[in-house]
C-alpha cells in the first residue's frame, strides 16, 4: 500500500504552494514603491516620445499683457499710421509761465487731470493715410507724405471714426503737445516747427516728421497744420478739472498746434482758433487717437 500514490494529499499540497505563490506576489505589490510605478511611467513616456509633456507645459495659463508704457508704440492696421500711447497725468493748462503772447481765452489757467491714457497719431494724418479711406483728397499740396489739409471738422470727425478712433480732446491735445514741459512751446521754434519764416519760400505744408519731435515722440504738433479737436469752443470759466469735455455743444469747434503760414506767436501750445465745422482752409489738417 505504500506504492500507492495519495493524489488527494499532492492536490492539496499544490493548492497550498498556489496560496503561498499568490501571497507572496500580492506582497510585493504592496510594498512596491509608488515612485518606481513613476519611473516605469516615464520611461514609457521618453519611449513614446516628449511631444506629449511639451504641449502639456503649453497649456499653462496665458500671461497678460503688459499695460502700454510712454512712447509705445502701435500701427492701425486701416490707415497703415503709428500711434504713441500717451500716459494719464496732469498738467496746467492756458497760458504758460513767462509767455507774452497769450490771448484773452487761454485765460484763466487751471491744473486738468486726465484719469486715461491713449493712443495719439506720431503724425498728422498724412494724405497717404487719408486716401485709404477716401476717394479724393482734398489738399491744395499734393505728396503722400504731407498733411493731409482742407480737411473740415466734420470730415475729420468722420475719418478718425472710421479706424475705430475720434479727434483727442483739446485737453487731451494740450497735455501730448507739452509733453511734461511748462513752457510756450516744447523746444526752439525752428527746431520743432513750420511757421511762416521757414516756410515762405516755397509756400507749402511740409513731409511730416521732417522737425524734432517732443518728449512723448509726437511729431509736429507745433506748426504744419492748425488741428482740428473733438471740443466745442468755449472759454472755459468753470473749474473741470477732470477729464475735461467742454460743452456739450456750441457754435466753432476747437483747433490748435499753428500751422506753416502763421506767426510765430500763434505757433503755442496754449494757443486756441476756433472754427465752424464745416470750415476748410490749406492751413488746417488733423490727428486721431486710435483705439
Known amino acids: 500500500m505504500k506504492d500507492i500514490v495519495d493524489t488527494t494529499a499532492l492536490s492539496r499540497t499544490g493548492s497550498w504552494v498556489l496560496s503561498v505563490a499568490l501571497a507572496t506576489a500580492a ?4 510594498v512596491t514603491p509608488t515612485s518606481a510605478f513613476q519611473a516605469g511611467a516615464t520611461k514609457a513616456g521618453k519611449a513614446g516620445g516628449q511631444k506629449g509633456a511639451v504641449k502639456a507645459t503649453q497649456k499653462a495659463a496665458p500671461v497678460a499683457a503688459a499695460d502700454p508704457k510712454p512712447g509705445d508704440v502701435k500701427v492701425n492696421r486701416i490707415d497703415g499710421q503709428r500711434y504713441i500711447w500717451i500716459p494719464p497725468g496732469k498738467f496746467r493748462s492756458g497760458c504758460s509761465v513767462g509767455d507774452p503772447d497769450c490771448f484773452e ?7 486738468i487731470t486726465l484719469t ?3 493712443w495719439l497719431g506720431e503724425t498728422e494724418v498724412t494724405q497717404a493715410a487719408y486716401d485709404k479711406l477716401v476717394d479724393y483728397d482734398p489738399s491744395l499740396f499734393h505728396g ?23 479727434l483727442p480732446s483739446e485737453a487731451e491735445w494740450e497735455f501730448a ?23 515762405s519760400e516755397n509756400f507749402s505744408t511740409h513731409p511730416v516728421k521732417l522737425k524734432k519731435p517732443n518728449a512723448f515722440g509726437l ?10 479737436t473733438h471740443t466745442w469752443y468755449t472759454v472755459q470759466h468753470s473749474q473741470e478739472d477732470i477729464n475735461p469735455t467742454g460743452p456739450s455743444t456750441a457754435e466753432y469747434k476747437s483747433l490748435r498746434g ?8 500763434l505757433v503755442r501750445v496754449s494757443y486756441r482758433r476756433h472754427f465752424l465745422p464745416e470750415d476748410y482752409d490749406y492751413n488746417i489738417g488733423f490727428r486721431c487717437v486710435s483705439q
Open 27 to 30: 506582497a510585493i505589490l504592496l
Open 105 to 111: 481765452d487761454e485765460f484763466p489757467t487751471r491744473e
Open 116 to 118: 486715461k491714457g491713449f
Open 144 to 166: 503722400p507724405n504731407l498733411p493731409v489739409e482742407q480737411v473740415t471738422g466734420d470730415e475729420a470727425e468722420d475719418f478718425c471714426g472710421r479706424i475705430g478712433g475720434r
Open 177 to 199: 503737445a507739452r509733453g511734461g514741459t511748462t513752457g510756450a512751446r516744447y523746444g526752439k521754434l525752428d527746431e520743432i516747427a513750420w511757421y511762416w519764416k521757414n516756410s
Open 219 to 228: 511729431y509736429d504738433m507745433l506748426g504744419n497744420v492748425v488741428e482740428w
Open 258 to 265: 499753428g500751422g506753416w503760414w502763421d506767426d510765430p506767436e
